[in-house]
């Protein structure tokens, strides 16, 4: 059985840097495009950050470019999302999601309403002014 478990939310200050992780279990995920999807109150989950299967191409959201870092591990079946100067508009619920496809497919066609890829079940980012 597939599982993808993220971690590393938390409440931080404007300003202030965290790392988000995501491990896969269950599947070879160096099959997979990885990435991280926000989910703010009263949307859907929107594709912030993508990386494909080998870490080569990365897709990143504009609002978050030069500040959010993703990156894998297919080692540990993980991919990580470093996340800096942080904006109160970057609160919401991050959630991982896994699909064999490129990163650009998964953070802007697929989503989570479409059944498709493998989901995680959030973790919570809060940013403080």
């Known amino acids: 059985q597939v599982q993808v478990v993220e971690s590393g939310g938390d409440l931080v200050q404007a300003g202030k840097s965290l790392t988000l992780s995501c491990t896969v279990s269950?599947?070879?995920?160096?099959?997979?495009?990885l990435g991280w999807f926000r989910q703010t109150p009263g949307t859907e989950p929107e594709g912030v950050s993508c990386?494909?299967?080998?870490?080569?191409?990365?897709y990143y959201i504009d609002s978050v470019k030069g500040r959010f870092t993703i990156s894998r591990d297919n080692a540990k079946n993980a991919v990580y999302l470093h996340l800096e100067n942080l904006k109160p508009e970057d609160t919401g619920i991050y959630y991982c999601?896994?699909?064999?496809?490129?990163?650009?497919?998964?953070?802007?066609?697929?989503?989570?309403?479409?059944?498709?890829?493998?989901w995680g079940q959030g973790t919570q980012v809060t940013v403080a002014s």
């Open positions: 999601a896994a699909l064999e496809a490129d990163a650009m497919t998964l953070c802007t066609v697929v989503s989570m309403g479409k059944g498709l890829g493998y």
């Open positions: 990386i494909d299967w080998n870490g080569i191409k990365k």
């Open positions: 269950g599947l070879a995920v160096d099959d997979y495009a």
